[in-house]
């Protein structure tokens, strides 16, 4: 795991190596500083050498400033190398995940994308900076401190090796036994707040059923048990302070007595024990320190592991190996198709069919019935399961896949405007595109009546989601901005649900005679919006189970009969 | 669209998260306001809390005590216990023994009373913020629409999670912390003057030039982390804006453009985040190596002292008072560490207590509603039963969410026993707004509008909500079985109950072919479902409470027409009888109604059923044949 989020350290590599050198250093000085306390009271306090104390003292005011300089700087690496690292990992997920397809998307959901990109990242951020500042000090120091008291007896600190044991094992218990309570009490947090967020949401629903008190009841059991099992897990570890004191204290009273001993038959100055006390005291704070890097690692570790999946993601839509990058014609040629969402069963079944380039194909089909998957699968934002699509003569897998969704133009059903202007958000569609163009665009998708009414025109601010225009008014503008990409093919997946008639038609008029020979796929709830089309697919549970034209389908369909029926000449509201 | 703005400005100009507070001042500061708020955090423990923190605190100046009588000791034990034996032919241990014996006892004390006092503070502050939590929660389930309406969901939800985690923090370290670290630092004060006045002014100064370090950095970190926060906040709406259309940006291969602008926004972050932690990195450092420092003058001026014999110092005595100092400056400098969290804190403090001043709700009513023998009454305070039928009137009705803007403007309505109202209007024509004033989610003033002839405002607003069923076209189911989806809508109903209403929203069929039928677990936004299928489950919900009076807001828009066709036996048959508000775009859904509104700009320009409308050959002709006249 660590290896894997290592690869995203690159440039800062540096400051990462940089920041434990200088606290290394600060560290060895740090140690040094008690050794020469120890020689500033024997040879010169003891003696009454004014002269020692001075150029003692001297080198020990250089050695804190200096100690205070590398800390400083320690500091400084270790935050510049955690952001750069940060902001490395973050780049790296965001650049893996515009190379997602479809399905990965799914898998992780958007909310789930954005929280590990911001809260997983800062606490990843954190530890990171706090392991190059603090994994080689706590080591370090304690090696200093060791290697220090042993120069001054061989004997006296081996007392400290036999603490040690105890403070290891009592460590490696309360790691042990806290790790588990601590991944839950994270596990019950997302619990928690989900009760909260749905709670927030739908928050008029819980009003009119009046369900307050239930929810309230809800959320009271999980924060009991966010409490409870909190309280369990955060005992286990203030267990660690007493341990360490009782550590410490032992260490103390041991080397008194025996250095008391080694002090009377002098081989030891009480200088020495002085400074064999601050070595003591400085090894404990070291694995102190230590003991809750630890805890906090293993915190970050549920983050570092949602981020790594998110590194590690193939894309299951891969770039074909010798990619053809022309596509002849808008046709489409389904042959067999079956397709499923992951290992769900499959929604899309036998599907066969071939359209020619320039036809106008209408699809049917009830809720659920497979209709926006089916058509997903021509600019191969899923693949099929079984069969193939083939576009233009060739096996959509064969084909260079910005090619492939150049030529293929689709209004998604759940459209998005971006925050910018219009114009932006037209050229998404082509860079390059004049104004001149766009307003063409925009004319053929009945979107111009509105624009040039806005004081701004073109240049109108679209706030962010496109929630300053009204639903109709967004889908005729996601229209525009996929007529812009000049496709061969373009597919509407019910994107004029919030259109009315009138405006359906003089869009779908306007698409004639601006795109003859583009292939325009349809996707309608209403019988009137593919009534005219060349060819009307109707799918039924994920089986076609007709295709023709509308007076061959009124003849021999069932379905489409009942949808005619069902909405005889009903027209939808919107507003003009 | 306008309150949505005022929403958004203020989100940008509050900055979200932690740190705001210190942000808006652009440097460290307690004053009063955070002395109120602290105060009123501490509010939370009452009774055995309170007990148990004031305990804990107790068990704290034990182990001050001991620890400062520990760092005397070293230097007690040199001068009088060990000093005296050097050289002496036959050494007597005994006194040193006992001394030693009696510092183990006080330090076996001091362990177990740290133990303690641990657990202690960790059952009292996962109470108290349990406590907040409820408190938060509880609160917020009295807090009238207006408010959830004014406020990104997500402002509402970093109230919880970050401003109740920094509280946590604040809670579990920090106080402990300060606490305990005060109290070290005033008892090794005692000590220090004790040995030596001059050389505890050494000490003293020192502790000056830390406060305005402290000051100083912490000040300027403060800042920087205010301008990290702002750029975070880019940062992540950026990403969520673009995650949230990843589709639309793969669908237009607009992957390039999408990482350029991620790129200037994660490069702003990278600056901010490196300056910001730069600051607060140097402060520990410095604060430690200015304790070395301080260590290194001391022993330099008490050495020349102890070699003069000035002042009585002798070399034990000096060596006591290094030790003493170095335990002085810890504690300073993990005070000055904690003032960032403690600012962090109270500036969530701040938010959470703003969430629990939030008026809320007013609910004057007397009114309740009662069944017997199957049917409902209204019950008047004195008494009185009134049937409910389900005539509800609405009468001279202005409206304004803003206070400004009327959204609704004289608006003047009947629905009859059983009938069937159906609203159609463009966005924003003030469709939702009527039945916003029905429900009260908004208040209007009374006698605006009645229900059964009685001023809604009269009506416990509980049991005025219990006679209305809604479904609205955001579904919002939440995290739990499908069962329990059907069940919201009624917690006692039976099995038998959910699934007759499952049917009658035709929504049986598709819970059947799911894995595990009415017990599969979904979740909240219902992402295994199809929209139309969640739309199906949310009628089936209100089915199941089987209400008097019934708003649909747009309750099929996404279920086809198909669909749409049986589930409209279902609702036909539920409708029979109730009084039914019905709000929708697709004109074969509202054709039967028993009258048909058409909104335009808050008002009401035309009324009728389906054939008068026709015939009067206006908006709704125009609408329903897709002529313009």
């Not at chain 1, 090796?161 to 806290?178: R, S, T």
């Not at chain 1, 489409?332 to 397709?339: A, G, H, K, Q, T």
């Not at chain 2, 004031?54 to 009088?80: K, P, Q």
């Not at chain 2, 005539?391 to 202005?398: A, F, G, L, N, P």
Request: aromatic share 8%; glycine share 8%; proline share 3%.
């Amino acid at each position: 795991m660590i290896k894997r989020l290592a690869k995203c350290i690159r440039e800062y590599k540096v400051f990462t190596v940089l920041s434990p050198i200088m606290v290394v250093a600060e560290v060895v000085l740090s140690v040094l500083i008690p050794l020469y306390m120890a020689d500033l009271i024997d040879k010169g306090i003891d003696v009454g050498n004014m002269d020692v104390v001075r150029s003692i003292g001297f080198k020990l005011l250089i050695l804190a400033i200096l100690s205070m300089v590398f800390g400083v700087l320690g500091g400084i690496f270790a935050s510049t190398g955690a952001a750069g690292f940060a902001s490395n990992v973050r780049r790296d997920m965001y650049y893996n995940i515009q190379k997602f397809s479809f399905s990965n998307v799914d898998r992780f959901t958007t909310a789930g994308l954005v929280t590990r990109m911001t809260r997983d990242i800062t606490q990843v951020q954190m530890c990171y900076m706090m392991l190059t500042r603090m994994l080689f000090r706590a080591p370090t120091s304690v090696v200093f401190a060791l290697v220090a008291a042993f120069r001054i007896n061989s004997r006296l600190p081996l007392v400290f090796i036999c603490v040690l044991p105890v403070l290891a094992v009592g460590l490696f218990l309360i790691m042990k036994f806290a790790f588990p309570l601590f991944e839950k009490v994270f596990s019950l947090f997302d619990k928690m707040n989900t009760v909260v967020q749905e709670n927030v949401r739908g928050i008029r629903v819980v009003k009119t059923f009046v369900r307050e008190n239930e929810e309230i009841n809800k959320f009271d059991s999980v924060s009991t048990e966010v409490r409870d099992t909190s309280v369990k897990a955060e005992r286990i570890v203030v267990a660690n302070a007493p341990l360490m004191t009782f550590c410490m204290y032992a260490c103390m009273l041991l080397i008194s007595w025996i250095g008391a001993k080694m002090c009377v038959n002098s081989s030891m100055t009480t200088g020495q024990l002085m400074s064999m006390f601050s070595y003591v005291m400085q090894i404990l704070m070291s694995l102190m320190m230590s003991s809750m890097l630890i805890l906090m690692l293993t915190m970050s570790k549920a983050a570092a592991k949602r981020i790594i999946e998110v590194l590690d993601a193939e894309t299951d839509i891969a770039q074909p190996e010798s990619p053809v990058t022309e596509i002849k014609d808008g046709s489409i040629v389904f042959d067999d198709v079956d397709f499923a969402y992951g290992s769900a069963k499959p929604c899309i079944k036998d599907a066969s069919f071939t359209i020619k380039s320039g036809q106008t194909v209408g699809i049917i089909g009830g809720t659920g019935s497979g209709k926006t998957s089916l058509v997903q699968l021509i600019p191969r934002l899923y693949d099929v399961k079984e069969g193939s699509v083939s576009v233009g003569g060739t096996d959509v897998r064969e084909l260079d896949l910005e090619t492939l969704r150049k030529s293929v133009a689709m209004v998604l059903q759940k459209n998005v405007l971006f925050e910018g202007t219009v114009a932006g958000n037209m050229r998404w569609g082509n860079e390059n595109a004049t104004d001149e163009q766009i307003i063409e665009a925009l004319k053929t998708a009945q979107a111009w009546e509105f624009v040039s009414k806005l004081p701004e025109g073109l240049e109108a601010p679209v706030e962010q989601g496109g929630n300053n225009f009204s639903g109709g008014q967004r889908q005729r503008l996601c229209i525009a901005r996929a007529l812009l990409t000049q496709p061969k093919i373009i597919i509407f997946d019910d994107s004029t649900s919030a259109v009315d008639t009138a405006t359906e038609r003089a869009i779908r008029e306007g698409l004639k005679t601006t795109m003859p020979e583009c292939t325009k796929m349809i996707i309608a709830q209403r019988i009137s919006s593919v009534k005219d089309a060349d060819m009307i697919i109707v799918l039924d549970n994920g089986r076609i189970s007709g295709i023709g034209t509308h007076d061959e389908l009124m003849a021999g369909n069932t379905i489409y009969q009942e949808v005619y029926d069902s909405q005889t000449k009903g027209g939808d509201f919107d507003e003009r | 669209m306008s309150d949505k703005e005022t929403r958004k400005k203020s989100n940008e100009e509050q900055g979200r998260g932690p740190g705001t507070m210190a942000a808006a001042h652009g440097k460290i500061r307690l004053d009063k306001n955070s002395v109120k708020l602290f105060g009123r955090l501490m509010g939370f423990m009452k009774g055995r809390e309170l007990g148990l923190f004031v305990t804990a605190l107790a068990l704290m100046i034990v182990t001050a005590l001991v620890s400062v009588r520990s760092s005397t000791f070293t230097g007690t034990i040199i001068d009088d216990y060990i000093k005296p034996l050097v050289g002496t032919a036959d050494p007597d241990f005994a006194p040193l023994l006992r001394a030693i014996m009696f510092m183990g006892g006080l330090y076996l004390l001091s362990i177990i009373v740290n133990f303690f006092y641990n657990r202690i503070l960790v059952n009292v502050s996962n109470s108290v913020l349990k406590k907040i939590r409820i408190t938060l929660f509880k609160h917020m389930q009295k807090l009238p629409i207006k408010y959830f309406d004014a406020r990104p969901y997500g402002d509402i939800m970093s109230i919880y999670t970050n401003d109740v985690d920094n509280i946590r923090e604040l809670m579990s370290n920090s106080i402990p912390n300060v606490v305990s670290s005060l109290l070290t630092v005033v008892t090794i004060f005692f000590a220090m003057i004790k040995i030596s006045v001059a050389l505890t002014g050494v000490v003293l100064a020192t502790v000056v030039v830390m406060y305005v370090i402290t000051i100083f950095l912490g000040g300027a970190s403060a800042k920087y982390f205010s301008l990290r926060q702002k750029s975070l906040g880019r940062m992540n709406a950026y990403a969520e804006e673009l995650l949230n259309g990843i589709k639309v940006v793969k669908v237009f291969c607009h992957e390039e453009q999408a990482k350029a602008g991620f790129d200037v926004r994660n490069e702003d972050l990278f600056r901010k985040t490196a300056k910001a932690n730069r600051l607060a990195n140097a402060l520990m450092p410095i604060m430690v190596n200015i304790g070395n420092l301080q260590y290194v003058v001391l022993a330099m001026v008490g050495g020349a002292m102890a070699v003069n014999g000035t002042a009585g110092i002798t070399l034990g005595k000096l060596a006591a008072f290094l030790l003493l100092s170095r335990n002085f400056t810890r504690p300073v400098s993990m005070i000055s560490q904690q003032i960032n969290t403690v600012v962090m804190a109270l500036a969530g403090a701040g938010r959470v207590f703003e969430l629990i001043d939030e008026a809320p709700e007013v609910d004057e009513g007397k009114v309740t509603l009662v069944k017997e023998d199957g049917k409902y009454f209204w019950k008047s305070p004195d008494g009185t039963l009134t049937e409910l039928k389900g005539d509800i009137r609405m009468h001279k009705v202005d409206f304004s969410y803003t206070g400004d803007k009327l959204v609704l403007e004289d608006i003047d309505l009947f629905a009859k026993p059983g009938q069937k109202i159906a609203f159609v209007g463009s966005t924003g024509a003030g469709k939702t707004t009527i039945t916003n004033l029905i429900n009260r989610f908004y208040d209007v003033a009374d006698g605006g509008v009645t229900y059964d002839g009685i001023n809604i405002n009269d009506i416990k607003k509980d049991d005025l909500r219990r006679s209305l069923g809604m479904v609205l076209q955001e579904t919002n189911l939440f995290t739990g079985t499908i069962a329990d989806n059907i069940r919201f809508g009624k917690p006692d109903a039976t099995d038998e109950e959910v699934i007759a209403a499952a049917k009658l929203a035709n929504a049986h069929d598709f819970i059947e072919k799911l894995p595990e039928g009415y017990e599969t677990v979904i979740n909240g936004t219902g992402s295994q479902l199809s929209q139309g299928q969640c739309q199906l489950l949310s009628i089936a919900r209100c089915a199941v409470a089987d209400p008097p009076v019934m708003i649909l807001d747009e309750a099929t828009s996404s279920v086809d027409t198909r669909t749409e066709v049986l589930i409209q036996r279902g609702m036909d048959a539920l409708m029979h009888g109730r009084t039914t508000f019905v709000i929708a775009h697709r004109l074969s859904t509202v054709m039967n109604s028993n009258a048909i509104i058409v909104l335009e700009h808050g008002k009401i320009i035309e009324r009728g059923d389906h054939d008068d409308l026709l015939a009067q050959k206006g908006k709704y002709y125009q609408l329903y044949t897709g002529k313009t006249e």
